[in-house]
């Protein structure tokens, strides 16, 4: 991967600023976990490790941490590249990880769980089978955690069904305390691919509770190419119905950044929200062009009900 930090950053720059990329490097569908006043993101694999870690004290400094998940449980393949989008929550004394892996014996993306005492790893899966392979749909994918307002804690994610020519809907389970295991049977959320900016799919779920009224973060279309976006629909409860936002997508290609997604939402350390997500150089959209999917970070807010991303944002901005 190389190292962590920014590229192409000018040498005279005020202290109180940054510009993006934080991550320069390819390190895509990130989430973050904030400890206290540091903070651990994590990514899809890389040429070298099963997943990839980084910590900071700011979100803009990143230092590369070792795989946060050394090794991987006996139904995944001995084949690297199949481990994508962590996330990492901390519960009672401990962490937890939510993680996609493939099932060897169908071929499919899955997903599962492992656990630790430090969120930088090492974690450690020690299950017989995946938590959530939904066979008949393609697959599972994305996996995010959402406490609701009651404490009532979901896993979140999204069926494969773009693999084999099914739709993708967006699904939940209610958690176990421990958040090792489910309860209940899943349930669609009723948010599916069904807008022509989304193509064929919708993927990286992620659900926020603000004033009252739920947000659906998505990502949708190829992600390999410069119509991958962020849209969000809004909802009473997390069972729906949900209502797209009529100015979906909300983050999309503005040069340099190329096909923003994977996002992940993340409070910074004056408290103000912030949105994590890759994306390629705009020269270069996709691995065989020689591209990476870089970290991103860009501002948050909720104004009038509507979700507001400030980016992408490639010119200097203050530090969170």
Not at 3 to 8: D, I, K, L, P, R
Not at 86 to 108: C, K, S, W
Request: hydrophobic share 35%.
């Amino acid at each position: 991967m190389g190292s962590c930090g920014q590229e192409g950053t000018p040498s005279i720059q005020r202290a109180t600023e940054f510009r993006n990329p934080v991550i320069a490097s390819d390190f895509p569908d990130p989430s973050i976990l904030k400890v206290g006043s540091t903070y651990y993101a994590y990514a899809t694999t890389d040429a070298n490790d099963n997943l990839q870690a980084a910590r900071s004290t700011d979100l803009v400094h990143w230092t590369r941490l070792s795989d946060p998940l050394p090794h991987l449980p006996n139904w995944h393949p001995s084949t690297k590249g199949y481990t994508w989008a962590p996330e990492v929550v901390q519960i009672g004394a401990g962490f937890v990880m939510y993680y996609t892996a493939r099932l060897a014996e169908i071929g499919r993306q899955c997903i599962s769980v492992a656990s630790g005492s430090d969120p930088a790893g090492p974690f450690a899966d020690r299950r017989s089978q995946p938590l959530v392979c939904q066979r008949d749909l393609g697959g599972s994918i994305d996996p995010s955690r959402f406490v609701d307002a009651d404490g009532t804690a979901f896993l979140i994610w999204k069926n494969d069904g773009n693999c084999c020519g099914l739709p993708t809907e967006i699904w939940a389970q209610r958690l176990s305390d421990d958040g090792l295991s489910l309860k209940g049977e899943a349930k669609s959320l009723g948010v599916r691919n069904d807008r022509t900016w989304e193509g064929n799919l919708i993927e990286a779920p992620v659900v926020v509770l603000h004033d009252h009224t739920y947000y659906l973060f998505y990502s949708a279309n190829n992600y390999a190419g410069p119509d991958y976006a962020v849209g969000y629909a809004t909802a009473k409860s997390l069972f729906g119905p949900w209502m797209k936002a009529p100015e979906n997508p909300i983050l999309r290609t503005r040069a340099p950044a190329a096909g923003p997604g994977g996002q992940a939402i993340v409070e910074g350390p004056q408290g103000d929200l912030w949105m994590a997500y890759h994306a390629w150089d705009a020269g270069r959209i996709g691995y065989d062009s020689g591209g990476k999917r870089a970290m991103w970070i860009d501002r948050l807010t909720f104004e009038a009900g509507r979700a507001v991303v400030h980016g992408p944002t490639a010119s200097p901005q203050a530090l969170p």
